[in-house]
């Protein structure tokens, strides 16, 4: 049995790494132009280049977004770019808009197309359509339930299904918003959303002497537009039967420490289904890691029907349960682990490791640091300080240290 595809997005090429080091068996990444992540850091042409060798050179796919809305003084640089995406041999291009199919088969007949979450593909009708046009996997509108899906998967052959598993979801309908357009003149739909729908609304009376009073519905009542985290880590299982292939993980716009806790959680959780079937589940230890980095509150949204209570009320997000403290850049068997620090820790604290490695979840007492030249340090304090700890476990290259703050 062909093991379902782990797909994870990179925002740019230490990302990308963190992302196949931690377990992805594909990513999704943006260029400069013609993505709907334009504030994401992105790849230039060469970047891109390097991070499909790359990326092949360890066996795995990449795939390229070009999911931007265009218009007709871009039909000449899209071309051009579909071209260089084709001779560069990318996996696939995640694409949008009909007209950039109709360039892509005109122009590169052989690319690989897929059609982005923001074509809002709800039914087998549509799919068979898209199918006709020369697509080979549609990622599925995020408002469909598994059952929805079955049917798709049942009727239409020949055509991939990919389906969201985990992340950041959108109030509106697969992402086609015109409120960050509305408040703030940054096109959603070319790339440039703000993400109004996290921000903290609120509503004031006007008083007879024309003072504001704020209205609450309750204290959590101010973010009205802010959905929860998609968490599918539980239903791996129904997800696979009802036919997605490919189970995707949102967020170019997401941090390192992110990216490597929650690939690296449904890696082993996809890897112990294969192996144990349904009593996965058993193993808590898989939710537990989703809690340590910064997340809102979970929902399964619409897999299984109609859902009125996908709205985060409470705040924008929590920062969860740990702290990103140091990113390993190496291991000396005298002077220890060589870190980066990211965040402030000391000798005393008990430090947790996250590693695709079996020291995943081992910890250890921080006995020693020191600096690069030898000098003893008792409190980890310079941002981006390279420094030695005494570790007796044997770290990895982009193992990441944390510290619980629970």
């Known amino acids: 049995m062909k093991k379902i595809e782990l797909l994870a997005p990179a925002g740019n090429f230490e990302k990308l790494k963190t992302a196949l080091y931690y377990g992805a068996d594909a990513v999704y990444v943006g260029g400069k132009s013609f993505s709907l992540r334009a504030f994401s850091n992105n790849f230039t042409n060469e970047e891109l280049a390097e991070a499909i060798d790359y990326t092949h050179s360890l066996g795995k796919k990449i795939y390229v977004t ?4 265009m218009k007709n003084h ?22 949008t808009d009909p007209g950039v199919i109709y360039l892509a088969k005109t122009c590169v007949p052989n690319l690989e ?12 009708a549509s799919v068979e359509f898209w199918k006709s046009q020369g697509v080979k996997r549609i990622v599925l509108a995020r408002e469909l339930s598994l ?5 798709i998967s049942d009727s239409v052959q020949g055509v991939e299904l990919e389906a969201f598993i985990h992340g950041a979801m959108c109030i509106s309908y697969s992402g086609r918003c015109l409120l960050s357009n509305y408040l703030t003149g940054r096109d959603s739909n070319r790339g440039e959303c703000v993400q109004a729908c996290r921000w903290n609304f609120g509503i004031k009376e006007v008083s007879k002497d024309g003072d504001y009073y704020p209205i609450e519905e309750d204290e959590r ?13 539980e239903h791996i299982g129904e997800m696979i ?7 995707k993980i949102e967020g170019r716009m997401k941090g390192e420490y992110y990216l490597a806790t929650v690939i690296n959680a449904y890696r082993r959780a996809i890897d112990e289904f294969y192996e144990k079937g ?5 193993n808590t230890l898989y939710m537990t890691e989703l809690k340590k980095t910064f997340h809102r509150a979970f929902t399964t949204a619409y897999a299984f029907g109609d859902n009125d209570n996908t709205v985060n009320y409470e705040n924008s997000q929590s920062t969860g349960d740990s702290l990103f403290v140091a990113s390993v850049l190496g291991y000396d068997e005298n002077r220890g682990a060589l870190v980066e620090m990211r965040n402030r820790f000391k000798v005393g604290d008990t430090l947790e490791i996250l590693s695709p490695s079996d020291n995943f979840n081992k910890t250890f007492v921080v006995s020693e640091i ?16 390279k420094l030695y700890i005494k570790v007796d476990y044997k770290l990895n290259k982009g193992d990441i240290l944390r510290r619980s703050l629970v």
């Open 74 to 95: 871009e039909i000449e640089k899209i071309k051009e770019y579909l071209e260089f995406l084709y001779n560069a041999n990318v996996d696939a291009v995640i694409v």
């Open 147 to 151: 059952g929805e899906i079955k049917e």
């Open 370 to 385: 020191e600096d690069e030249f030898g000098n003893s340090v008792t409190d980890a304090k310079n941002v981006q300080q």
């Open 221 to 233: 009542g101010t973010y009205i537009l802010n959905s929860k985290d998609l968490n599918m880590i």
């Open 278 to 282: 349904v009593s996965y589940k058993d």
């Open 241 to 247: 039967s009802a036919g997605v292939i490919s189970f």
């Open 113 to 124: 197309l897929h059609l982005s979450t923001q074509a809002n593909t709800l039914n087998k």
């Open 66 to 69: 070009v999911n931007a809305f």
